[in-house]
């Protein structure tokens, strides 16, 4: 009778411990499933938050490259900008504007210029195709850019089929007059390489002259850079009034130069809004020791 009392108080105190027990499982349980449901809470946090900051990391990536790309279109347009300008200012000229100087205007007490035009131009210009005709001066004024550029000299502009180039400036050159010179008798001999669509040859009246000038930039939109005073117009009509295949310089260009290259002397001549004047013919250079 004892043992069937302990043994059943013992059952009763066992069952009492397996519900203890199960209690706690069923604790343990909801603690692990409460746990796991936090992990996935969690992680899906973590995963939306890692997806927020792979789409930023694109798109800044992606702001970069574009800013990169237009920083560097930016460079491009201003290069071709400054190109473009130097095709039609002297350097030294386009910086100075690019430095917003307002008013660009010097005095040179002596440069040299030179005059070029070719013979019966307008004889030519009837009887020759537009596009031919662009060809033939592109490709003639493109020889003689290079020359300039061989010479150190400065192409200021053309004038229909008229070149005008200077030697001293914006720049000083002490050898300017003797570059002009130099670059007049090369373009004698350069004309020779072209001729006319039925091949007929093409002739230059090539003037020159020294003196003092004035020079400046015009216009606001279209820049030119040009020169004014007596030595342009002498320049000029040293040319107009000259003759085919022929370089017809002042005595001022005859005295700097009579040492250094062969001259004929023309004579004295009515030179258009002048009056007299004595010129000469340059022919070549001297071989002088």
Not at 36 to 48: K, S, V, W
Not at 213 to 218: D, M, P, R
Request: charged share 25%.
């Amino acid at each position: 009778m004892t043992e069937t009392v302990s043994t059943e108080s013992r059952e009763a105190k066992l069952l009492v411990e397996m519900e203890c027990l199960r209690q706690e499982i069923q604790q343990l349980q909801q603690a692990n499933s409460d746990l796991e449901i936090a992990l996935q809470t969690t992680t899906e946090h973590g995963d939306l938050i890692q997806g927020q900051l792979h789409e930023l990391n694109q798109r800044l990536h992606a702001e970069i490259a574009e800013r990169k790309a237009t920083e560097e279109e930016l460079r491009r347009q201003r290069l071709m900008a400054e190109r473009l300008l130097l095709n039609i200012l002297p350097q030294p000229i386009a910086e100075r504007l690019k430095r917003r100087q307002n008013t660009i205007a010097d005095s040179f007490t002596e440069v040299t210029v030179l005059f070029a035009d070719i013979v019966n131009f307008t004889a030519l210009s009837t009887h020759t195709s537009p596009t031919e005709l662009v060809e033939l001066l592109n490709n003639i004024f493109s020889a003689f850019d290079e020359l300039a550029d061989w010479y150190g000299l400065e192409k200021i502009k053309t004038i229909g089929d008229a070149y005008m180039v200077v030697g001293g400036l914006p720049q000083p050159k002490p050898d300017g007059v003797e570059a002009i010179a130099n670059m007049g008798l090369d373009i004698l001999q350069e004309i020779k390489r072209f001729h006319t669509p039925d091949r007929q040859p093409i002739e230059l009246r090539i003037g020159i002259h020294t003196g003092s000038v004035v020079a400046g930039v015009i216009g606001t939109r279209k820049f030119s850079y040009d020169l004014w005073g007596d030595t342009v117009n002498i320049a000029n009509r040293m040319e107009s009034q000259g003759e085919a295949g022929a370089i017809q310089v002042t005595e001022t260009v005859y005295n700097r130069l009579k040492l250094q290259y062969q001259f004929k002397k023309r004579g004295t001549i009515d030179i258009k809004g002048k009056g007299l004047m004595t010129t000469y013919w340059l022919e070549s250079r001297l071989n002088v020791v």
